[in-house]
């Protein structure tokens, strides 16, 4: 368990880089400061001692105020430079943090787009974003807790033996029953106890976040707060496990613990009345009620510096957690990027032997595809849903990277080229095209960083925006999202459109949206493909089936075979699956005009 801890840390402080000399100074100052802490009590130690000398004339102990005022600077001394170790410590942490997230970032930059797919964008920012705060207490307090408690623990112990060591035993007795007591609590079988404890509370938070999540759901359908099991089950498993915990572990160490901690002075009064008897016979009876008067009052400090060496245990644990969430972000694939890329020769592109099989599935979503397009072709993926359509076309941007064979890019390997040379080359307009939440000028925009008003203008007016942008209150600078400015499906879909005819790449992947609800939308779509195909080459996947009859080529995936190739002529005059399909959408569309003309 030590060993894993220790590797935890320097995993922390591999994050922290130039910063950890901050921390290492942070952390010798915030020893420094708790020395100086003590030091007030030697004072203390120095008055009793001069008063004693001098009773009742009291007035004869001149330097008592000087000690007093020692004490005084002491104390001051020590909060200041507790002050200047918790900054320097904060800094370190919060720069720590900070590289965590941009590490985090960075990384998540260089993983297959495709990773966002099965991982919520969201979801790993919690869990970057929350782990990197996590660890900022551990850096900026516990440390230098643990730390400044150790350096305590040593000065108290040489101190309790600087004066009277048979008192000065008797005081540490009570440090040493105090952290037996501790320890019970925290290792052994308790220490799964408490583990245990722990999980059934964060799964209580997750439980309780699902519930607020649900509560659309739970008021539409009347509910309560008992239909959902699972958070109710998570309370009760809760309550459970921290009666449990308190009761059967914590109950007896813990009354032990507080008992030693704060009367451990308990323990010197028998010690005292044992060796007062020949202080007295010996003749130094005073500087024996001196020292007691100093080890009663430090006994005290006793239980501060256990107290936070308890929390700052603690602090590691959650600190560990963190950790291990961090690391399965920087855990995720990465895309290897060549360190020789090749300049693709043209715009064609080339399935040759294709396989991909997803992570985790057992059947390949792709299974030895070959075909080409030549440049300025058109050519479309049609099939079944489940097919198989999608994965091929993310496999060109590099979504994720073939299993098997080559996708060719202008005759190189995608994986043989410069990642940005490829998306230079690609616009590619998906299903599930995400908007950002800003104007749609940003929004747009973002496929050419140095596009003017201007160019984003047109290239909005090509995908057929026009009648978007006049409802807007701020026409293009409106941003989306707010104010109660949401777009539906269709337009999202044409300014997702505007983006690609903006970024006028010369290669385009399409991947058409299945259902647009109005008609309207579905005919200013197609004007906006046209604008954005014009002159490219394009693989689109269409699934209303006029959209490809004027393709150049069209390829039927069927559980991810491509089994038949050809224009749509031949296709439907070989009678398989596109002919089958082909009578069916014409069945759909006759259907749907008949029940229009009948309204
Ligand atoms: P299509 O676009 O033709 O409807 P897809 O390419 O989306 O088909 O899916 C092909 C197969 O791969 C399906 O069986 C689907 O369930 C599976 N699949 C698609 N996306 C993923 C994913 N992200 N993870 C795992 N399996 C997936
Ligand atoms: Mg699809």
Redesign the pocket.
């Known amino acids: 368990m030590k060993e894993k801890k220790k590797s935890d840390l320097s995993v922390l402080l591999g994050y922290a880089g130039s910063y950890k000399k901050l921390t290492f100074l942070g952390l010798t100052l915030s020893a420094i400061a708790m020395i100086l802490g003590m030091l007030p009590y030697i004072c203390i130690w120095l008055v009793a001692r001069d008063l004693i000398a001098v009773a009742p004339d009291w007035t004869r102990a001149a330097d008592i105020g000087k000690y007093g005022w020692l004490a005084f600077a002491f104390s001051l001394a020590g909060i200041v430079v507790y002050f200047a170790a918790l900054m320097c410590t904060h800094l370190a942490a919060f720069r720590t943090a900070s590289n965590i997230r941009k590490q985090g970032v960075e990384h998540l930059m260089k993983t297959p787009l495709?990773f966002f797919?099965?991982n919520a964008s969201g979801l790993l920012r919690n869990r970057l974003d929350g782990a990197a705060s996590e660890t900022e207490t551990l850096l900026a307090h516990n440390l230098a807790d643990i730390v400044g408690s150790a350096a305590m623990f040593i000065g108290m112990v040489v101190l309790m033996f600087v004066f009277d060591w048979r008192m000065g035993a008797a005081c540490l007795f009570a440090a040493v029953i105090s952290v037996a007591a501790m320890f019970t609590m925290m290792g052994g079988k308790n220490a799964k106890l408490m583990q245990e404890y722990q999980v059934a509370q964060d799964y209580m938070s997750k439980a309780g976040t699902e519930y607020v999540r649900g509560i659309p759901v739970v008021k539409v359908f009347q509910q309560t707060v008992y239909s959902f099991k699972a958070f109710k089950e998570a309370i009760e498993d809760y309550s459970k496990k921290a009666e449990l915990y308190a009761a059967d572990v914590c109950q007896l160490p813990q009354a032990v613990n507080l008992t030693a901690t704060e009367g451990a002075f308990i323990f010197m009064v028998p010690v005292a009345l044992f060796i007062a008897p020949s202080a007295l016979a010996s003749g130094s009876f005073a500087t024996f009620v001196t020292n007691f008067a100093f080890y009663a009052v430090f006994s005290a400090i006793v239980s501060t510096a256990l107290a936070r060496i308890m929390f700052a245990a603690s602090g590691m644990m959650l600190a560990s957690t963190a950790l291990g969430r961090i690391a399965q972000v920087m855990d995720a694939p990465t895309l290897e990027i060549t360190d020789d890329p090749k300049e693709p020769k043209d715009n064609s592109i080339e399935f040759k032997n294709v396989s991909f099989t997803?992570?985790?599935?057992d059947v390949p979503?792709i299974d030895h595809v070959s075909f080409r397009v030549e440049p300025g072709q058109t050519v479309a993926l049609v099939?079944p849903?489940?097919?198989?359509?999608?994965?091929?076309a993310s496999l060109i941007p590099r979504f994720w990277d073939a299993t098997d064979g080559s996708v060719l890019v202008g005759g190189v390997d995608v994986r043989d080229m410069d990642p940005h040379v490829l998306m230079d080359r690609i616009a590619f307009v998906f299903q599930n095209n995400r908007l950002f939440k800003a104007s749609i000028f940003e929004n747009v925009r973002a496929a050419r960083p140095g596009a003017t008003r201007e160019e984003v203008k047109k290239a909005l007016s090509a995908a057929q925006c026009d009648d978007i942008l006049a409802k807007l209150p701020n026409g293009m600078d409106t941003i989306i999202g707010s104010e109660g400015t949401y777009l539906s499906g269709g337009e999202q879909q044409r300014v997702a459109l505007a983006r690609a005819i903006l970024k006028d790449a010369p290669i385009v992947v399409l991947d058409e949206a299945t259902a647009f609800a109005d008609p309207e939308n579905e005919v200013l779509i197609q004007k906006a493909f046209g604008a954005l195909t014009k002159g490219k080459t394009v693989i689109m996947?269409a699934h209303r089936l006029s959209t490809v009859v004027g393709a150049d080529k069209i390829i039927v995936?069927d559980n991810?075979h491509a089994i038949e190739e050809g224009t749509h002529k031949a296709l439907k005059a070989q009678n398989g699956l596109y002919s089958r399909m082909w009578t069916d959408y014409n069945k759909a569309v006759k259907w749907r005009i008949s029940t229009g003309e009948a309204m």
């Open positions: 495709g797919d099965s997803y992570d985790g599935a979503a099939g849903s489940g097919g198989g359509k999608t994965t091929a996947i995936l991810g």
